[in-house]
């Protein structure tokens, strides 16, 4: 268990309140003084929360609604302060519903970190969207049952992993696409991802797992003088880097065992962000509590959670602890880190990193860094950019703070897909312009709308990490196979 500080990004300037919400991860109550307040069940079926002390906290200066790229390009939608304190001030005259416009939140959480006064927005947003869903929503209704399965992407993800290349030759059809839209209202503008034709677990499973992890940790250890010392972590890979991005998941392990980690795979389910998304918050909990559950035992055994998707850290740090009473949940909460943050503050990343380079490495190049909104909410924003710097043949122009669009399972949706695209224009843009003819971020959507705006070739800073600190062993550069390829099982 690690008990180094986490340093906050100054160098991103919309994250004015990333302290508040990692202390809000920890589970720290927000402001307010309790003794002034009745406790109130603000929405009492889902999880009993009183969010009264947050909704007072408001004083209308409406930051948030300006911060909101939603609200900036659909003039029906009434924005963050509504959906949070204003909706909760309807919601205790009884006889109020959740107003519907709450399911145009694509819960990018931008509005979390604008606020000046630390009111809980994306928690009011994903409570209120858990009691819209649970009590309004026609539950044999079209939209419920596509939310319900966008929501649940890993239980379908293993079918279509069994037979990975039917599965993309099936899902690429104009047919197939049209009818998805037709019968689901899923768009069909989009491509469907493509699965990978070895998973990250069958890959760790061939490699020998955990136990020759810890042999390698453990040689690369005694080569960088730390011996007698444990280094290790336990991978939260999250769904999509095991079915369709596994050399995101393998960067990970060879960067983290090439600085002496051993590498634990605890069982775990989704994080839960697409099910808060759809407000299918019962969903979530169920994965919440396996996730809990297996992450606390491997703290429990000396580990640190490590995520490379920032939604997946975000969710484990700041929604479980605000969403649910788990046991274990607010030390999983604090134990959490973003996989090139938690490098940051344990290794000399800097000295490691002068002198490598990845000049003839394929696929490096200069690339248009998009920070997630996700990685922004945790003060991360400017780290990419930071971390690589050292490296030559590489260099990373930041396309600026607007957001993606995409928002996980929100852009997929018919109603939502051209609002997902007018939010993207300015990254579009953006990416145009900089210096560079490939995208670069920890997020699997934003990647996905990245390449869907510019048709550019995106990968994950770890891979990048990887070219650097691998070049000339056996792996060295970007895995271009998921089958068995070039970089086989090292
Ligand atoms: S930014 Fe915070 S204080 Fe300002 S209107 Fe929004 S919720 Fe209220
Ligand atoms: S989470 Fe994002 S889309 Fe939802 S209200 Fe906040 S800023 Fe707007």
């Known amino acids: 268990m690690s008990d180094a500080e986490r340093p906050i990004d100054e160098t991103s300037s919309t994250d004015t309140n990333d302290e508040t919400n990692l202390e809000r991860a920890g589970g720290v109550g927000t402001a307010g003084p309790e003794e002034e307040f009745e406790p109130v069940d603000v929405f009492p079926e889902s999880e009993e929360m009183d969010l009264r002390p947050g909704a007072d906290d408001c004083y209308k200066c ?193 960067v983290y065992e090439h600085f002496g980690y051993e590498i634990m795979i605890p069982e775990q389910r989704c994080s839960g962000t697409p099910m808060f998304a759809n407000g299918m918050l019962a969903d979530a909990r169920r994965a919440a509590e396996t996730n809990v559950e297996e992450l606390a035992a491997a703290i429990e055994d000396g580990a640190d959670v490590i995520a490379s998707c920032s939604s997946c850290s975000m969710s484990l740090r700041q929604e479980y602890p605000e969403l649910f ?75 600026g703070d607007s957001c993606s669009g995409i928002s996980g399972t929100y852009g997929w949706k018919e109603e939502h897909y051209d609002t997902s695209m007018k939010i993207g224009e300015e990254m579009f843009e953006h990416m145009e312009t900089a210096d560079a003819e490939a995208g670069l971020t920890e997020c699997p959507t934003c990647s996905m709308q990245m390449g869907h705006g510019t048709g550019y070739e995106i990968t994950h800073t770890l891979e990048v990490l990887e070219a650097a600190l691998t070049t000339g062993s056996e792996s060295q550069g970007r895995p271009v196979a998921t089958d068995g390829g070039p970089d086989g099982n090292k």
């Open 325 to 399: 009473d788990i046991e274990g949940i607010d030390d999983v909460a604090e134990n959490t880190w973003d996989a090139v943050e938690y490098l940051r503050v344990h290794e000399d990343l800097k000295t490691e990193l002068e002198g490598t380079s990845v000049a003839d490495v394929e696929g490096m190049e200069d690339f248009a860094y998009h920070a997630p909104c996700h990685a922004r909410n945790q003060g991360l924003a400017g780290q990419t950019r930071e971390v690589l710097s050292p490296i030559d043949g590489v260099d990373v122009h930041d396309v």
């Open 62 to 254: 409406s930051t948030c609604d300006t911060n909101c790229p939603v609200a900036e390009v659909d003039d029906e939608f009434p924005g963050p302060k509504f959906q949070g304190p204003e909706q909760w001030r309807l919601k205790r005259q009884e006889d109020k519903d959740v107003d519907d416009s709450v399911m145009k939140c694509s819960n990018c959480m931008r509005c979390d970190s604008a606020c000046p006064s630390s009111v809980p927005l994306s928690q009011m947003h994903n409570t209120a969207r858990g009691e819209y869903v649970e009590e309004q929503m026609n539950k044999l209704s079209r939209e419920y049952w596509r939310n319900r399965m966008l929501a649940n992407y890993r239980r379908l993800a293993p079918l279509a992993a069994m037979f990975p290349r039917t599965s993309n030759f099936v899902m690429g059809l104009s047919p197939v696409r049209w009818l998805g839209e037709k019968l689901l209202g899923v768009t069909s503008e989009r491509e469907f991802p493509d699965f990978a034709t070895e998973t990250f677990h069958a890959w760790w499973a061939k490699r020998g797992g955990n136990e020759t992890s810890r042999e390698r940790a453990k040689q690369a250890r005694a080569e960088r003088g730390e011996e007698g010392t444990e280094k290790r972590i336990a991978y939260f890979h999250g769904c999509y880097a095991n079915y369709n991005t596994p050399e995101v998941a393998k960067a990970l392990v060879r």
